[in-house]
């Protein structure tokens, strides 16, 4: 039962590997978001859907593409890895975009060699 | 641009006392003001949110405070438990619509000494 699902947990690729993570959740939440934590735990917003319609897109790269085939799920597909992209990956759901409760999935670990 | 901010990138309390978590932040526009609690391996849980034009609110066993004069946020957890050992971010959002868009400070370590 669990709420917000993230898979894979962890992620180990080579550099210019093209890689996907996927997340679900079942709490029939219409707003998703993918976030970036990096090695000193900072954490920062990557995109966000509200009903399979992108409404946050911050600075990143190209390489990165998210993808809501339905308001349960986003994808998010990296392509060309580098090493900066090291990181963990978390997946969130709110109700809507502006109920602050966010809930997070359990992160992936993605490391670039 | 818009920021938030920790004092203190590590506290360390003794089982049963109080603990205080600090955070600073610059945007006047923000609306809400969150605490997320991230214990080692897991993803950010939501604590508590404050509205902006609120100064304090009371959940069970923690307490907000906001100070808008100085810009200054605070998360008191009463007596504090070994299950309290994570690190604390605060967050904001940036007033520019309803996205929900967080920004996130640098997060405090809680440890809690038995």
């Known amino acids: 039962d669990t709420a917000v699902s993230q898979t894979p947990k962890y992620l180990v690729t080579q550099m210019g590997n093209d890689k996907s993570i996927k997340c679900e959740q079942n709490?029939?939440?219409?707003?998703m978001y993918w976030y970036k934590q990096d090695s000193k735990k900072f954490l920062k917003i990557m995109f966000s859907?509200?009903?399979?319609?992108?409404?946050i897109n911050e600075t990143v790269p190209n390489r990165f593409s998210p993808k809501s085939p339905d308001k349960a799920h986003l994808n998010l597909h990296i392509n060309s890895l580098e090493l900066g992209d090291s990181a963990v990956y978390f997946c969130?759901?709110?109700?809507?975009?502006?109920?602050?409760?966010?809930?997070f999935g359990p992160g992936t670990r993605l490391t670039v060699t | 641009g818009e920021s938030v901010g920790l004092h203190l990138p590590t506290l360390s309390v003794q089982e049963g006392d109080n603990s205080i978590i600090n955070c600073a932040y610059s945007?006047?526009?923000?609306?809400?003001f969150i605490w997320y609690k991230q214990e080692s391996g897991k993803g950010p849980q939501f604590i508590i949110d404050?509205?902006?034009?609120?100064d304090k609110r009371q959940g069970q066993r923690v307490t907000v405070l906001l100070n808008k004069t100085v810009k200054h946020l605070s998360l008191q957890i009463a007596a504090t438990q070994p299950g309290d050992s994570a690190v604390y971010f605060c967050?904001?959002?940036?007033?520019?619509?309803?996205?929900?868009?967080?920004?996130f400070g640098q997060g405090t370590t809680l440890q809690v000494k038995p």
């Open positions: 859907y509200n009903n399979k319609e992108l409404i």
């Open positions: 404050i509205r902006s034009n609120m």
């Open positions: 945007n006047s526009a923000s609306d809400y």
């Open positions: 709490l029939g939440h219409d707003t």
């Open positions: 967050a904001d959002t940036p007033g520019s619509g309803n996205t929900g868009k967080l920004i």
């Open positions: 969130a759901s709110s109700i809507t975009p502006d109920n602050y409760e966010q809930y």
